[in-house]
């Protein structure tokens, strides 16, 4: 276990008063449990499916439209690992038949907020990327 002070490459750094609140950790470090959350929250299915729950909380199939090409089974996957990280809250409903909303935390409401200010950056010069491809491919043989 790392000392008050250790900083070394495990991402459990110089811990608060609480003794867990305050880590330091270092996404760089392939022990950081940061690195996971990384990994969920910038996959495929996972910004998709953060910026999707932004405006409003849905229900299963009701995301899984959103999110068009995802399937049921990484859509599944994808909310138990947001979840788990504290990003998005399962909320079943005591009704038949049976109800579930998923919406996101404070937290995930600002990880959110970041991924959509990357997606309409990306978005918005679709334009440049195209021609960037288009350059990239005829200079190399039409891939």
Excluded at 107 to 120: M, N, S
Aim: glycine residues 12%.
């Amino acid at each position: 276990m790392a000392s008050d002070t250790d900083t070394g490459s495990t991402g459990t750094g110089s811990r608060g008063a609480d003794g867990f609140g305050s880590l330091a950790f270092d996404v760089f470090s392939r022990a950081c449990p940061s690195r996971s959350t990384l990994e969920h929250v910038t996959g495929r299915w996972g910004g998709l499916t953060l910026g999707a729950l932004y405006e409003e909380s849905l229900r299963f199939n009701e995301l899984r439209r959103r999110v068009d090409g995802v399937s049921e089974k990484m859509l599944s996957q994808t909310l138990h690992a947001l979840e788990r990280d504290g990003l998005v809250l399962r909320e079943a409903q005591p009704v038949n038949p049976p109800r579930v909303d998923y919406e996101l935390t404070p937290f995930g409401r600002e990880v959110a907020e970041k991924l959509l200010g990357l997606i309409h950056c990306v978005e918005g010069r679709m334009d440049e990327v195209l021609a960037a491809r288009a350059r990239y491919d005829e200079a190399r043989g039409g891939r």
